[in-house]
């Protein structure tokens, strides 16, 4: 089994920044795609970037020059880094993976963190 555990959400003004951070650990051979979506109250979880284990980035048109997503492949760990947050921005932050174990490829989901912006 593979647990991804997000942190580093919380209230920020607008205008100000948050990291979030998400850590994979367990059965885990290899670490594939890695991404972060979000979801506000009412609306659909939309993606929000992704990564893969080479490095290539992807991000959604509403937070493109405001985050960036990053990985350390030797802490199955990935990163996002939100500066200039608007209160659209506000939402509960998942992380996402596609992890390799012995046996399989599998998708998994972290729990979620909030993130607040306040104008």
């Known amino acids: 089994q593979v647990q991804l555990v997000e942190s580093g959400g919380g209230l920020v003004q607008a205008g100000g920044s948050l990291r979030l951070s998400c850590a994979a650990s367990g059965s885990i051979r290899s670490i594939y795609f890695m991404g972060w979506y979000r979801q506000a109250p009412g609306k659909q979880r939309e993606l929000v970037a992704t990564i893969t284990s080479s490095g290539s980035t992807n991000y959604a048109d509403s937070v493109k020059g405001r985050f960036t997503i990053s990985r350390d492949n030797a802490k199955n760990t990935v990163y996002l880094q939100m500066n200039s947050l608007k209160p659209e921005d506000t939402a509960v932050y998942y992380c996402?993976?596609?992890?390799?174990?012995?046996?399989?490829?599998?998708?998994?989901w972290g729990q979620g963190t909030q993130v607040s912006v306040s104008s």
């Open positions: 996402n993976a596609d992890v390799r174990n012995r046996y399989s490829v599998n998708n998994y």
